[in-house]
């Protein structure tokens, strides 16, 4: 019984800690993140031609994703690509870290994958996410669609028994 006492102290001591790290960094604020994403931007050279070509993947997949909206099958298929190119972004990233000489200027693929997730993971999860929504609103929308049916067809169904 000590023993689980003491885990327990343990515990809310780890969580009390965990708890005044967050609101001390709370209180500095959001400043050392703007700053870490303003490094993060400006160590980007935004004008390599695969850079353009990879924000312009993005816009132009975004853009298929909006006007196919009303397009639920493709949407999924949408959706399946993206959430795979999250899946792959690992594997991608290493074969890219691995041969960046041939198409960039400086090695912007780490090991740990931080750049790759930003620019080829982040996108695609919020394209995929946007798709979810979609997809969710139309089921809204058939689920309408479906009980207005089965009104109809319930008040035919008295009309005929009242005659």
């Not at 993971?121 to 997809?135: D, E, R, T």
Request: charged share 20%; glycine share 6%; aromatic share 14%.
């Amino acid at each position: 019984m000590e023993e689980i006492r003491s885990a327990m102290e343990e515990h809310m001591n780890q969580m009390a800690d965990l708890i005044q790290g967050f609101s001390a960094e709370l209180r500095s604020g959001f400043a050392p993140a703007y700053d870490n994403f303003l490094g993060f931007f400006h160590a980007i050279n935004w004008k390599e031609p695969w850079l353009i070509g990879l924000l312009g993947f993005h816009v132009l997949f975004l853009l298929i994703a909006i006007l196919s909206r009303r397009h639920v099958n493709f949407q999924m298929s949408l959706f399946l690509l993206a959430l795979s190119g999250v899946y792959l972004a690992e594997r991608i990233n290493r074969f890219l870290g691995n041969n960046w000489e041939s198409f960039a200027t400086q090695n912007y693929f780490d090991p740990l994958g931080l750049f790759f997730s930003v620019l080829w993971s982040g996108p695609l999860l919020i394209i995929a996410m946007l798709i979810l929504v979609n997809s969710l609103f139309s089921l809204c929308h058939l689920m309408v669609r479906w009980k207005r049916a089965e009104l109809r067809h319930r008040a035919r169904l008295s009309e005929k028994k009242t005659d």
